[in-house]
C-alpha cells in the first residue's frame, strides 16, 4: 500500500513541479494542431521544428510525419519516455529531458512551436529575439493559446499564432 502512496506522490510531483518553471501537462488540440502546421505555416522537409515543453511528444510527431526534423524540451521524464516510445524509432525526432530555459536551441531551427502560459510570454520573445541576433538567421514561432508578449503575429487560425523573428527587420511591435 505504502509503495503505491509513494507512487503515485512521485507522478504527481512529477506533473506537478512543472509549473514553476512553465505550462502544466496538457495536449494541444490535435485537429488544430494539424492545422497549424500545414496551414497557418506550411512546414516541409527542409523545416527543423523544436517544441519548447514537448509533453507526450504529439506535435514532434505530426511534425516528421509531414517531413520535418523536430526536436522537443521536457521536464518531465515520464513524459519523454512515452515521447520516445511512441517516436517508434523515428530518427527525425528527438526527445531531451530538459528545462527549456536552461537550454540552447540547436542553431538549425526553422520553427518554434510552444504551448505557454501568458506568463512566460515576455520571456519567450526575449529568448526568441537572443537566438535570432546570435545565429543571424530568421526563424518562426507557432505559439498555441497564450502568445507572445510585445510582437504582433503575422498571422493567426483559430488559437495559434504564427510570429516571424527576422534579425534583418525589427520585431513588429503592437
Ligand atoms: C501545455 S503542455 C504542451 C505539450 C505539447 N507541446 C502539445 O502542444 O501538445 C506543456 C508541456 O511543457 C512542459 N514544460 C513546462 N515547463 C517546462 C520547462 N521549463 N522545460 C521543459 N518542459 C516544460 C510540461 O511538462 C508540459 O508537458
Redesign the pocket.
Known sequence: MNDIVWLLFGIFFL?GF??F????????KQRY?RLALTKLYRIRSQDVLV??????G??LRLATSLGARAI?????PI?VVISRLLARGDGRQKTRL????LVDLPAETTIV????VSRDSYKLTDRLTSHVEKHGKKIWCIT??AGLGGVKPVKRLHAHNLYLFDPKISLQRP
Do not use: H, K, T
Not at 518553471?21 to 494541444?28: D, F, I, N, T
Not at 522537443?72 to 518531465?76: I, Q
Not at 530538459?98 to 530555459?101: G, I, L, N, R
Open positions: 506533473f512543472v509549473v518553471r512553465g505550462a502544466p501537462y496538457l495536449p494541444s494542431a517544441d519548447l515543453g514537448s509533453g507526450d504529439q506535435i522537443g524540451y521536457e521536464l518531465n513524459l530538459a528545462d527549456m530555459w512551436y510552444v504551448f505557454s498555441f493559446g
